[in-house]
């Protein structure tokens, strides 16, 4: 965490403090507070100092592990398993115990922790623009470590699946299967099998994820569709996988674009106009720029081919259909945005750069690099290499 960061971004609060009700699941919680909590459990900040509150069940591990100034447990405010009130007035005293009249809440923050505050005479308001969003946007040199480290183990992944799908034969008009099909030592290959190597070779690498992307044919065409059912020759297989670090809580995330055998005449145009896409928008990559001018980059590049994009046409639902990238952190999706309208990039920032094409007469392609914005452009820390035929 930069305290530094995080000071200066609160110091304009009309607040007294700063305060999150969440586990740590919510990436804001784990960055302000360091605790892996399972269970929500209150952290504030006030003065500069970060003072987490946490139940007996997980106090010695929270002493040892919270990045805060203070820890406490209910049992320091006569509270352990009482009702909602008892809860509600222990949340209170151990505001106040802060000297603390009023507090800040994330957008998202429970409206009953604000509800029950409120009653008992504690300002809340919300802070509507997610400071924290904005101060762990900018990632310090041991965050860009973390997802570098996590990027290996992607990597690592992305190289298993990439195997399985290259040593697939492929079922002829003769044979049993339906012709086209892959298959891995006689069966069918799917999507599901190419997500299980996925997560095994992930979890080797200490990472693990819920869910992958592995669509082939008609299904790629659907940015987000997870994939299910057999792999085919000839067809665009975009395999999208986006790990959590086990032990740093850091995701990294990658795509490419596999075919088996010669794709078609629009999949191969789509693949060089996509990494002609992926080159401008690097291209476009530095402090200073915005993620609308990365965007647009890659957005050029398919329009000056003729390709719809959401610039020349929102509502189509066929050609570059999506931003062009996303902030990376504790959360896999997160600021800046590389879009329409997107915000200044800043040395720090941690982002994937990744323009695709859609359509379901034709499939979809799509690759996806993950940068850091140094002081003078960025570095690429994706190594895998791109490669269409495999």
Not at 335 to 364: K, M, N, Q
Request: a negative charge; charged letters at 30%; proline letters at 5%.
């Amino acid at each position: 965490m930069n305290r530094a960061r995080l000071a200066d971004r609160l110091a304009d609060l009309e607040t007294d403090g700063y305060l999150i009700d969440a586990s740590q699941d919510d990436a804001n919680q784990l960055y302000l507070s360091g605790f892996t909590g399972p269970d929500p459990f209150l952290t504030l900040y006030a003065d500069g100092e970060i003072h987490v509150l946490v139940g007996g069940l997980e106090y010695g591990r929270a002493r040892k592990e919270a990045a805060a100034d203070t820890v406490e447990r209910h049992a320091d405010y006569d509270y352990e398993y009482g009702g909602r009130e008892a809860r509600n007035d222990m949340y209170a005293r151990f505001v106040r115990d802060k000297g603390v009249e009023s507090v800040s809440m994330p957008p998202r923050g429970p409206v009953g922790t604000a509800d029950a505050l409120r009653e008992r005479g504690i300002e809340v308001a919300v802070d509507a623009d997610d400071r924290l969003r904005e101060v762990r946007a900018v990632k310090t040199d041991e965050e860009v470590d973390a997802i570098r480290e996590a990027q290996r183990a992607n990597e690592a992944a992305m190289r298993a699946a990439e195997a399985l799908i290259a040593g697939a034969d492929v079922a002829g008009a003769g044979d049993d299967a339906e012709a086209g099909v892959l298959l891995h030592e006689g069966e069918p290959l799917t999507s599901e099998r190419v997500t299980e190597e996925i997560e095994v070779t992930l979890l080797r690498h200490g990472c693990a994820l819920d869910q992958t992307i592995v669509a082939g044919g008609a299904q790629a065409a659907d940015p987000h569709d997870r994939g299910s059912g057999p792999l085919r020759a000839h067809e665009a297989i975009i395999v999208d996988i986006f790990p959590r670090s086990k032990a740093t809580k850091y995701n990294a995330d990658m795509t490419r674009t596999f075919c088996v055998g010669e794709p078609g005449e629009t999949l191969r145009e789509w693949y060089d106009l996509t990494e002609r896409a992926l080159d401008a928008a690097l291209d476009a990559v530095e402090p200073g720029a915005t993620g609308g001018d990365v965007h647009a980059a890659a957005c050029e590049v398919y329009e000056d081919a003729g390709e719809p994009t959401f610039r020349t046409d929102p509502e189509t639902e066929t050609g570059f259909i999506h931003s062009t990238g996303h902030g990376v952190g504790l959360d896999v999706h997160e600021a800046p945005r590389l879009a329409s309208g997107g915000e200044e990039l800043e040395p720090g920032h941690v982002i994937t750069v990744e323009p695709g094409l859609y359509d379901p007469d034709v499939g979809g392609v799509r690759i996806e690099d993950i940068v850091v914005v140094t002081e003078d452009g960025y570095e690429n820390f994706t190594e895998y290499p791109i490669e269409f035929e495999v």
